[in-house]
């Protein structure tokens, strides 16, 4: 075998980060390593579909997050479709705002990157050492972010040594800040956050917290053009998971279907305006 071959460079040099071989081997392949060559400070802007908005929240025994389906370009909706939600492992997740294929790959890198430190080490990562992980990605794509194309994330996880839920922002620059109750992230994230501060409460359980969740995201897109609410023409609903000791779920079209239609019959029976 040469001395490129992957194999046996992984074999030469093993490493708990999938991230770090690749920055020793093949740094062309990262996220981080493309450019938009020399061009202005935020002229990235608008250049490719951006996505919004995320939010999270605990209740008792874990920690649910859910997303919008749309994603913008300029004034144009870039599409109706996308997912913004995934999980990162069994008992993590990962939300991003921001422009859309940069973010889907830093989730397919972080997916990646987890899987390939428990398989190195025998052992799942920490959820701290999720996050911080995480933290150092987003901090490689500062170069970018400055140039318009940021990309911004939402992590939370069941952390296994605590027995309890817990979630993480982000800035461009990789400052990771754990939040408490609930958070939000995106061109939405007030309206949203407006509503989670009215709907939220301790110790709810997980069918509240899925309604909690869908009520804040219809909130954001009342008010937002970016947020997409639910679209019953098109049969589209937000991606929701919930993460607890069991593991992470994704939350069934059909109950999100019917809890959208349910509010979406309630607002209209209020008959209020605002």
Do not use: C
Request: negative net charge; proline residues 5%; without cysteine.
């Amino acid at each position: 075998m040469g001395p490129r071959d992957p194999a046996a460079a992984v074999h030469q040099a093993p490493s708990s980060s999938f991230t770090e071989h690749l920055t020793r081997h093949n740094p062309e392949l990262l996220p981080s390593s493309r450019t938009l060559g020399p061009v202005s400070a935020g002229s990235g802007a608008g250049l490719a579909p951006q996505a919004t908005t995320i939010v999270s929240l605990s209740y008792a025994g874990g920690v649910l997050m859910a997303g919008d389906r749309r994603a913008t370009m300029g004034n144009m909706i870039a599409s109706r479709h996308i997912k913004k939600v995934f999980p990162a492992d069994n008992y993590s997740v990962l939300g991003i705002a921001g422009t859309a294929g940069l973010a889907l790959d830093m989730i397919r890198l972080f997916q990646v990157e987890l899987e390939h430190y428990e398989k190195i080490e025998g052992t799942p990562m920490s959820l701290d050492g999720k996050s911080n992980r995480l933290a150092a990605m987003v901090r490689s794509n500062l170069p970018l972010a400055l140039q318009g194309l940021a990309v911004v994330p939402l992590f939370a996880g069941y952390d296994t040594q605590r027995r309890t839920g817990r979630l993480f922002s982000y800035d461009v620059t990789g400052g990771r800040y754990e939040e408490y109750e609930h958070h939000s992230v995106g061109s939405g994230s007030v309206f949203a956050r407006g509503a989670l501060k009215k709907l939220w409460r301790p110790n709810m359980d997980e069918d509240e917290a899925v309604r909690v969740a869908v009520e804040s995201l219809y909130d954001a897109a009342d008010d937002d053009s970016a947020t997409g609410g639910p679209d019953v023409v098109r049969r589209l609903w937000p991606v929701i998971y919930v993460v607890n000791s069991a593991g992470n779920r994704e939350i069934p079209e059909r109950e999100l279907q019917e809890l959208s239609t349910d509010l979406i019959q309630r607002r209209s029976a209020a008959g209020l305006e605002a």
